[in-house]
């Protein structure tokens, strides 16, 4: 079974332009999440789909961020315009329903220049 | 949202058992507690879950009081491979947005 997959790896990008952060869940899973770590700061919550609804959209910072997750499968996070603060690791996670056990990307690296 | 106290960091060597202590004052009812192993460049990878009293799996155990109010991790029989940051985390068994990753410990194994 593949695991959760983020891409890219990484992005270097310069203020104010947009880049888009793709997931794509291990299948089967309704439940997928966004965290992120930015420098130095712990690892929080963005938001949380079931299929394609967002369920809780709570951490996330502003309207700059967009996630979105069409047909329930994968999701994108779209910041736009990107500022220095945004730097950071990008994790999705994506758990099956009435399980317990959320599995982790490698993250996306996000550095804003 | 029950936030978690654990060390910064600790340092074992290949071979010991190492226990690493999480303090979650204020635990609801209903929450569990689930531990998390970050490799640099990785994302948080499960390593094993409870409710009460002691869970044992292959790779850990844990031990949680009858006050619910801290518990342990213990890896037995550490190697190098075991170095990485663990985050003790609480919350609901289902809502995993509301886990709380805190800082995690940094558990540095030497030969």
């Known amino acids: 079974e593949a695991g959760v997959t983020q891409f890219p790896s990484h992005s270097v990008i310069e203020k104010g332009q947009t880049v888009t952060l793709r997931c794509d869940p291990i299948?089967?899973?309704?439940?997928l999440y966004w965290y992120r770590r930015v420098m130095g700061k712990e690892i929080k919550f963005l938001l949380h789909f079931v299929k394609e609804s967002k369920q809780d959209e709570s951490g996330m910072p502003n309207n700059r961020f967009l996630a979105e997750r069409t047909g329930g499968t994968y999701s994108t996070l779209k910041v736009q315009p990107a500022e220095l603060e945004d730097s950071g690791v990008y994790f999705c996670?994506?758990?099956?329903?009435?399980?317990?056990?959320?599995?982790f990307g490698q993250g996306t690296r996000l550095t804003v220049v | 949202l029950a936030k978690t106290t654990q060390p910064i960091s600790m340092d074992s060597y290949e071979g010991q058992e190492v226990n690493i202590t999480c303090s979650h004052n204020n635990i609801a009812t209903n929450d569990y507690i689930t531990w998390y192993q970050q490799f640099p460049s990785q994302g948080p990878r499960f390593i094993i879950q409870?409710?009460?009293t002691k869970v044992t799996n292959e790779v850990a155990s844990l031990f949680i009081p009858a006050d619910r109010k801290s518990s342990t991790l213990s890896l037995p029989r550490v190697s190098l491979s075991d170095t990485a940051v663990y985050y003790c985390l609480v919350g609901d068994n289902y809502n995993f947005n509301k886990f709380y990753f805190g800082s995690g410990t940094k558990l540095n194994v030497k030969p």
């Open positions: 299948s089967g899973h309704d439940n």
């Open positions: 996670a994506s758990r099956r329903d009435g399980h317990t056990e959320a599995f």
């Open positions: 409870g409710y009460k």
